[in-house]
Structure formats: C-alpha cells, structure tokens
C-alpha cells in the first residue's frame, strides 16, 4: 500500500512527507503575557513518572501492580537564540521569564504545548559563542484548567482522607494484634516502646516549641500508662500513637524541614522496629511498626499546609518526598511480609491489607497540593553577569526591590569581596 501510494505521488508529482518534513526547524516560545520568541531548538527528553499502586503476597511470585494513570510529562528544554541581536532577544526573553504563569509553546516534534516554568539558566558566553545564547529551562506540563481545584479545597480534602488513612489503619492494628499469650503482650508493647524511643529522637518542634512538647509529654504518659496494663487496650493506643507522630506535622518552619524530619522517623522506626522471627510475637512488632509508618504519611501529608517554600523547585521536590516516602513505607512493609510468605495461614502478616488505598489516595493529594501551591512559587533564574555588579544593585534590578536581599546573599554564598562586587563570569541566581 505504501509503495502504491508512493507510485500515486510521484505520477501527479507529489512528495511523499517524511518525518524530515514535520520536523519544524524552529521552537516558538508565547509568555504568560504575549510576548512571543523564536528560537533553535536540537532535543531534549520528555518524562513522564507513572503512579502505581504496588501489591505483593505471601506465597504467591510476582508483584500485583495497579496503573494510578501519571503525573505531568517533565519537559526540559535546551533553547539558543542565534545572529546578530542574540544578545538583545536572549535579554528580553530573560525579562520575560519573570511573568506568572504558563507559557504556550510550539514544539518542534510535539506540537502545541502549555508549559509551567519551573527554573531556568542563561548561558553568556560571549567569547565561545558569540553568535548564540543558549537557555535551559525545566518545565512541566499542567493540569487544564477544568481539572483544576482550589488549594483550600485540596487542603479540606487532605484533612478529611487523613482521618480516613488514620481510621483504617487504626482498625488494621486492632484486627491484627495478637494478645493471647504474655509473651504477645511483651512484643506488642516492646514494639511501641521503640516506636517511642524514635518519636522522641527524630521528631521535633520548631515554630510552636513551647507548646508541642507540653502537649507531647501529655501523650507519652498516657502511652506509657496504656502499654503497661495487659492486655493492652488496642483501640486506645491507636489513637495515642496517631495523635504523637502527628502532632508534629505544622509545627516547623517550612513543608522541606517537616518532610526531612519524617524522612528521618521512617528510617528509624524502618530499623528498629523489625521482626525477628515468623511468629505470632513478630507479627505483633511488624503492626506495631506499620502503625507508627501509617501515621507518618499522614504527618507528612498534613505537613504540606506549613509553607516556607520559596521556589517552584523546591515545591517540586517535596512532592516527589512524599511519593518516595510512601514508596520506601511500602516497600518496608512488603519486605516484612515476605518473612511470613511460608507460615501457616493464621501466622500470615499482610502488608497495609486495609489502608493502603487511602494512604496512597491521602499521598496523591498532598502531591497534588504541593503542585497547585507551587504555581504562586518563585521561579529560579540563573545568569551569569557580564561585568562587574555590586549584589545590592543586582537584586534592585532583578527583583524590583531590595526584599530578596538576604535571599541573595544565602543562595549565592556571598562572602569576602563579594560584599563590594561580584565579578564578571560568575553565575548568579536570583528567585522572583
């Protein structure tokens, strides 16, 4: 068919397209404002991370695996102005890169395209290539704006699944302890005194210090009290554990040093609360270990509410912890289930049998508000100067005030002679 099409076209003197002939040989850049550029483009990758929803079973070889559909396509483009006035139009295009919102662009492969910004960098290198300014710019592709939802509404949305991870995997633990024996008490409640021991070595308060740890304590005693009496009231502890590992979660300076700390509390709670044997009492350790890991992912998910983040980046950054974190909590838990993949059916332990449909649907939307909350975000714009300039008059220039200036002075590590002038050759970068 081909060849008869072919053998059609050359006939009425008509060329056959080829990918040479839909391949535009120029990228047209719109901003959120209407200014238009037209520049080189040579290739870049395009990727696109797929959510999964990852399921594994004692006995049974091979991972169940449910397709959560994927994030935004990541779209990092390598752009070069080029002639005479590369400079000029390399400028104007920097100056246009400080607008808020997306860009509408014509790709060269892909077509028509709206794109986030979420960095970018400007290469000046009039003595290599003076002919040409290259631009490299990280951008991701988002939502259309019917599948947009307000960030309060997200931040509603959060805290109602968030009672719902937390009800789930508080049924889970009551369902699953074991407290027929002393030595199943004894596991139990060892377990939970390392749970402790993690809370109070990785978790901690920052902007309400002088009142968290007042509350923490309250809760402490009261665990402390619960897992001393036997058998343990299941049901109460739920509650009491919930409620310490989260109580943390809005009181830190920023959404980047609450995620960092929970990272930490999942590490410990990972190593220290462990199984050590296929037996009712290690069944009894590893609940206990996923109830304090479940916990955390609500912490973590609640903790998108703090602020503090200053760039788009940044935000980006924290969404992807949250996905790792739920990711490396899952694969802790598989991994003690695999322990029991050769008990009897009554000793088998079943990884997040209840709540992980909603620990994955509570992380999904504290990703997501990330996303949303980072389009109100500065972008990061990297340059470097082409004569000497004092830092004051730089940010004055670039942000239009001095409000960045300690900003500045932080994410370029000014020291020294930098106080005075930055040279020319250096790469700055500035957030606005």
């Given amino acids: 068919m081909a060849q008869l099409f072919n053998l059609i076209s050359s006939a009425l003197g008509l060329t056959p397209e080829t990918w040479q002939d839909r391949l535009a040989e120029e990228i047209t850049l719109t901003s959120p404002e209407g200014d238009s550029y037209t520049a080189l483009w040579v290739g ?50 920097f100056e246009s890169c400080k607008q808020i919102g997306p860009w509408e662009i014509e790709h060269p492969t892909e077509g028509p395209l709206t794109l986030q910004w979420v960095g970018y960098t400007r290469h000046i290198e ?29 931040s509603a949305d959060i805290d109602g699944q968030s009672e719902l991870s937390n009800f789930q995997a508080g049924a889970q633990f009551v369902l699953n302890a074991v407290q027929d024996t002393f030595s199943q008490f ?21 902007e309400q210090f002088q009142l968290v740890p007042v509350e923490a304590e309250a809760v402490l005693r009261g665990i402390t009290s619960t897992i001393e009496s036997f058998p343990i009231d299941t049901e109460q502890l739920t509650g009491q ?15 980047s040093d609450a995620l960092d700390m929970y990272d930490e509390f999942i590490g410990e709670v990972s190593s220290t609360i462990v199984p050590l044997a ?28 703090v602020g503090g983040e ?14 790792g974190s739920f990711t490396t909590i899952t694969d802790s838990l598989d991994l003690v289930q695999e322990l029991y993949k050769d008990s009897p059916i009554e000793l088998q332990y079943f990884s997040q ?69 930055i040279p020319a050759g250096r790469e700055v970068v500035v957030y606005g």
């Avoid at 395009?46 to 959510?51: E, P």
């Avoid at 590992?245 to 809005?250: F, G």
């Avoid at 300039?389 to 200036?405: H, P």
């Fill in 44 to 93: 870049n990758p395009v990727t696109v991370k797929k959510k999964l929803g990852v399921f594994g079973f004692p006995g049974i070889v091979g991972t169940k695996l449910q397709d959560l559909g994927g994030e935004g396509a990541q779209y990092p483009l390598t752009i070069y102005f080029h002639g005479s006035d590369n400079d000029l139009d390399a400028a104007a295009f």
């Fill in 126 to 154: 009039p003595v290599k290539r003076g002919n040409v300014t290259r631009f490299e710019i990280e951008s991701i592709e988002p939502l259309p704006d019917s599948s947009e939802i307000s960030s309060t509404q997200l």
């Fill in 186 to 206: 004894s596991a139990l409640s060892g377990a939970v005194a390392k749970g402790l021991t993690a809370v109070q070595v990785t978790l901690r308060a920052a």
């Fill in 241 to 255: 554990v919930q409620n310490l590992v989260q109580l943390y979660a809005e009181a830190q300076d920023s959404v």
């Fill in 278 to 305: 296929a037996d009712s009492e290690g069944v009894n350790t590893a609940v206990v270990q996923e109830l304090f890991l479940s916990a955390a992912i609500v912490g973590m998910a609640q903790s998108t509410r």
């Fill in 310 to 323: 200053k760039t788009r980046s940044e935000s980006l950054e924290n969404a992807e912890n949250i996905s």
């Fill in 353 to 421: 049998s209840q709540s992980y449909s909603d620990a994955l649907v509570l992380a999904g939307l504290a990703v997501r508000y990330l996303l949303v909350q980072s389009f109100s975000l500065a972008v990061e714009r990297r340059f470097t100067l082409r004569s000497d300039r004092n830092f004051i008059e730089i940010v004055a220039s670039e942000l239009g005030s001095l409000d960045g200036l300690d900003e500045f002075i932080e994410s370029n590590n000014l020291s020294g002679n930098d106080f005075f002038y």
